[in-house]
């Protein structure tokens, strides 16, 4: 998960809650340092490997064990993360940037893809929008239902959207493709694709890395079983491409002082002329 994600997240020094990289995956410190910024996961606990795809696992297996994973971290997850946008400008200006982006467009319905605990969903609705929450965990939707009972949440794979063809003005989609092993991501991105209408509108964030994984057995002080990936903002910008998406912007920060890995933001849009 990422400094997001299973992998952690814990407090600062003001008991500000930061996110563990949800993927302990790729460039910048060892997995020894993951394993310090998840606040749990010990060095023994996480394998790297730089293979981006994960052989003979089948969808089922993967997203059991996604969900069982998230279902175990939801509440620390949601305590630890839940309030991360008010340490993070950088974060709230690209949100607002989609939400003006969607408004020019015309706006429309909203899906915040892979919500966890439904903070970026709420975020999105204070932002005028109208937002929604799709997850594969009930635990995640119960804490997300809890804290935000006005808004809805419903459950859902990102590989076989619960969706319309065309139903949506816009998604965002932040650290929830990181435990997609590579050769679902096409899969995952013509469902994005295909639920977006024509001008819609992308926003996607995970931790960058080199395309390389590590599996995981503990993560938010809870016993999991999962892989986390880091890719290249190159690899998933043309993975977009392949879904027929046009890339408009790509961008990557430096980690931030309680995160392990640099931070790769991608908006894409599904031309207006499609279909
Ligand atoms: C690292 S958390 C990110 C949560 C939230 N987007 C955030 O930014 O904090 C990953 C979330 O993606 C969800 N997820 C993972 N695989 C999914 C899938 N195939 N379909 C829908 N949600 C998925 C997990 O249940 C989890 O809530």
């Not at 996604?66 to 279902?71: H, L, P, R, S």
């Not at 993360?81 to 429309?108: C, W």
Request: net charge negative; proline share 5%; aromatic share 4%.
């Amino acid at each position: 998960m990422k400094a997001r994600g299973a992998t952690g997240g814990g407090q600062d020094r003001k008991g500000r809650s930061t996110r563990g990289d949800a993927n302990p995956v790729g460039s910048g410190p060892g997995p020894d340092r993951v394993v310090v910024d998840r606040g749990g996961t010990r060095p023994s606990d996480s394998r790297r490997t730089r293979t981006a795809t994960v052989v003979g696992v089948s969808d089922a297996t993967h997203l059991s064990r996604t969900q069982a994973t998230y279902d175990a971290v939801a509440e620390v997850y949601a305590e630890r993360i839940g309030g991360e946008l008010a340490d993070k400008p950088l974060d709230r200006g690209l949100l607002q940037a989609f939400a003006d982006l969607v408004a020019e467009g015309g706006g429309g319905r909203v899906a915040d893809i892979g919500c966890g605990p439904g903070h970026v969903t709420a975020h999105l609705a204070g932002l005028g929008m109208d937002a929604f929450g799709i997850d594969l965990s009930p635990g995640m939707l119960a804490v997300a239902r809890a804290s935000h009972p006005q808004l809805r949440f419903e459950q859902g794979s990102m590989l076989d959207l619960p969706l319309a063809d065309a139903h949506l003005a816009g998604i965002v989609a932040l650290y929830s493709i990181i435990h997609m092993p590579a050769d679902r991501l096409p899969t995952v991105f013509a469902e994005f694709a295909r639920v977006l209408a024509p001008g819609g509108h992308l926003l996607l964030a995970f931790q960058a890395g080199d395309d390389d994984h590590t599996h995981l057995t503990r993560a938010f002080d809870q016993a999991v079983d999962i892989d986390a990936y880091r890719w290249s903002p190159e690899h998933i910008a043309e993975r977009l491409v392949d879904a027929g998406l046009h890339v408009t912007m790509q961008m990557v920060r430096d980690p931030g002082a309680q995160e392990s890995a640099r931070r790769a933001y991608l908006m894409a849009r599904v031309p207006e002329d499609a279909r």
